[in-house]
């Protein structure tokens, strides 16, 4: 595969078409710079997406292909739109291109162990992007510690309210994060439930993370039962699902948390309308992955700082690590790293409300 240069040719080719026209839209979108053309030797690496239509995943592939693009190579970024079938043909369009490194963020870790399949018989190497893809001789895994991520999920809550009727909305079934991040929250939760200071009212996993989703349960939930004291929420989208749903029934101030650290999610936060998101350092994670992605497409081995079981082998793994975001440290944190603005986080806070500007 890679010593076919002309086949190289060809992907080089398109890919300098495309950023030529600028007309790739953004659910498919690529990250080049216009000296590929000519250059038969320029690495260039497969991003591909489950989703693009959230603000979290933009930015990973921005920061991603901004470093790759540092780095000498050059990135064609695709998105699935949540469909596994859709995610494995453009990956097999990646492959028979030639990719010299293949980046995968999972829509379903399980059905993506045939990319990861299809793409050592190319003699290409994946790297799973955030999601573990199971079950494979996968070759290497980055992510965060989403253990870690599901703990202070469950402390944030616990911190404001310590016992009573608590529900939990989950992530998607298909992503294994959802799983880690549901073990770490119950690591917390669960000696409360059997001690018997907290009730478990609800219990639920959820399609896509879908924020849609989750006020659709927690409402069918009050619905029946008329109130909650507090809810633990796998990401940002299903806890501003959570808030929708509890604030039309007049719960406002209920305990919630999310991760991502998404800019509603901390405008949320700033108004005292979400308790806590996890920040993950999106940065970090993409220009870490982007290094390793170029390091294996040079055929040098990428640094790694644990390993990660997938069901078939222990997988070379680099996790970083994770911050909880609060009314109290936004400035410290989000605003600080320059992940988010500090107009855009208070927009909705009275200038009179705001802490002041470091």
């Not at 320029?42 to 995943?57: A, K, N, Q, T």
């Not at 119950?186 to 439930?193: C, D, E, H, T």
Request: aromatic share 6%.
């Amino acid at each position: 595969m890679k010593g076919v240069i002309l086949q190289k040719a060809i992907l080089l080719f398109l890919v300098s078409v495309v950023f030529v026209s600028g007309c790739v839209s953004q659910d498919s979108g690529t990250g080049t710079t216009d000296n590929t053309q000519g250059n038969e030797d320029m690495i260039v690496i497969g991003f591909s997406l489950s989703d693009l239509r959230v603000e979290r995943w933009q930015r990973d592939r921005d920061f991603f292909t901004e470093k790759a693009e540092e780095l000498g190579a050059s990135v064609i970024a695709v998105s699935a739109d949540l469909d596994a079938d859709i995610q494995e043909s453009q990956a097999e369009n990646l492959i028979l291109q030639g990719v010299d490194a293949l980046v995968i963020v999972a829509h379903d870790g399980e059905k993506a162990a045939s990319i990861v399949e299809k793409a050592h018989e190319a003699g290409i190497q994946v790297i799973a992007y955030d999601r573990l893809i199971k079950n494979c001789d996968l070759d290497y895994y980055i992510s965060f510690d989403n253990v870690k991520v599901g703990e202070y999920e469950a402390k944030g809550v616990l911190d404001v309210v310590s016992e009573g009727d608590f529900a939990y909305l989950g992530g998607s079934l298909t992503d294994n994060n959802a799983f880690l991040v549901k073990e770490g929250s119950f690591n917390l939760l669960q000696p409360k439930i059997d001690s018997g200071e907290i009730n478990l009212v609800l219990d639920v996993f959820n399609d896509g993370w879908k924020s849609e989703e989750a006020y659709r349960q927690l409402k069918a939930y009050l619905e029946e039962n008329g109130t909650v004291d507090a809810v633990v929420c796998a990401n940002d989208g299903t806890a501003m699902g959570a808030i929708q749903a509890l604030e039309e029934f007049n719960l406002s101030g209920i305990p919630v948390s999310g991760q991502d650290a998404s800019l509603g999610a901390c405008q949320m936060i700033a108004e005292g309308r979400q308790t806590i998101s996890v920040y993950k350092p999106l940065m970090s994670i993409a220009e870490k992955a982007a290094e390793m992605a170029v390091a294996i497409a040079k055929g040098e081995t990428a640094e790694t700082n644990q390993e990660v079981d997938n069901g078939e082998i222990e997988v070379p793994s680099y996790l970083l690590d994770v911050r909880m975001v609060t009314r109290d440290n936004l400035m410290s944190t989000v605003i600080a790293d320059g992940f988010h603005s500090y107009e855009d986080v208070y927009q909705n806070v009275p200038e009179s409300e705001r802490p002041e500007r470091n």
